[in-house]
């Protein structure tokens, strides 16, 4: 015999709940799931979806900081090489080890670990097969080739620095491989721009909140919204009202109306609370309302 009425709550909703009782229940630092994330991801966040190879560049607004993406080419299996930008939830599982792990070393040369299935791991991202190798291998060299201009422009003043993320890497998996493939000497070394703006200025994240978001978040939105979230309660000292505008103008410029957008983020802000559980926000017909908070982590 079968139930009348479907449950009320489903199983990943109830898997997500049990992660936030996990995540208000113990400190990051506690059990050592404490991350980072480069400050300029708070400010201002990578494409959602494949901006395409015909753009030139891609730009994103926050304010007067304005990002310019340039992607770079990436060889395809032909020999040919097209211009790929770094979009979605992989590259930000990838900016935030690599933040990690140079705070956690303190140097600019990053190692991705004994074998494929550890590195995979350590990022967030489940292994399921070539696949999943091709599209890492992918957004690797789409963030190692890219390069941003990062740009404050007031009409009084113009200020800039364009950089890389990556000076050199080297990478050895193949797609054929299984879990077990080993990726010594696999490394990656930071720019020293790159490298000296994380070490100058990270946000510390809750990387157990991160893992939520990735299963349960849909995207990367979520991941972003954190993200801010962390960075903006550091130093809220009163209650602000941010608009959708503005929200629109620096995570939604992929929506084609501000509505499509603001329907997105309603539909992410209850993931993202229920893992950032101390982050008072109220959604308002006119924007978010913050108030002040204790970020996800406290200061190092």
């Given at each position: ?6 449950p ?140 941003l201009?990062?740009?404050d ?40 721009k ?65 509505r ?35 970020t ?5």
């Amino acid at each position: 015999m079968t139930d009348k009425y479907p449950p009320l709550i489903s199983g990943q909703q109830l898997e997500l709940l049990a992660k936030a009782v996990e995540i208000e229940q113990a400190d990051a630092k506690a059990v050592g799931m404490v991350g980072y994330q480069a400050r300029l991801w708070a400010q201002l966040s990578l494409p959602y979806r494949n901006p395409g190879k015909d753009l030139l560049y891609w730009e994103r607004r926050n304010g007067d900081l304005s990002l310019t993406l340039r992607p770079g080419l990436v060889r395809a299996a032909d020999g040919s090489q097209e211009p790929i930008y770094p979009f979605g939830v992989v590259p930000r599982l990838l900016l935030i080890w690599m933040a990690t792990e140079a705070v956690r070393l303190g140097e600019p040369e990053l190692s991705l670990g004994p074998n494929l299935a550890s590195f995979l791991k350590g990022i967030g991202l489940p292994h399921r097969g070539g696949a999943t190798v091709n599209r890492l291998r992918s957004q690797v060299q789409s963030l190692a080739k890219c390069s941003l201009i990062v740009e404050d422009v007031r009409p009084t003043s113009l200020v800039g620095e364009s950089f890389q993320f990556v000076d050199s890497w080297q990478l050895w998996w193949t797609p054929r491989d299984g879990d077990d493939e080993v990726l010594w000497p696999s490394t990656i070394t930071l720019s020293e721009k790159y490298f000296r703006s994380i070490q100058e200025s990270s946000v510390p994240i809750d990387l157990r909140a991160l893992a939520a978001l990735r299963t349960h978040g849909g995207g990367g939105l979520p991941i972003d919204m954190y993200t801010w979230l962390a960075h903006r309660m550091s130093y809220l000292r009163c209650s602000t009202l941010v608009p959708w505008a503005g929200l629109a103008a620096q995570f939604g410029s992929q929506y084609k109306v501000e509505r499509q957008f603001k329907a997105e983020l309603l539909k992410a802000m209850p993931k993202v609370l229920a893992v950032y559980p101390q982050a008072k926000v109220k959604p308002t017909a006119h924007g978010l309302l913050l108030s002040p908070s204790p970020t996800p982590v406290g200061r190092r």
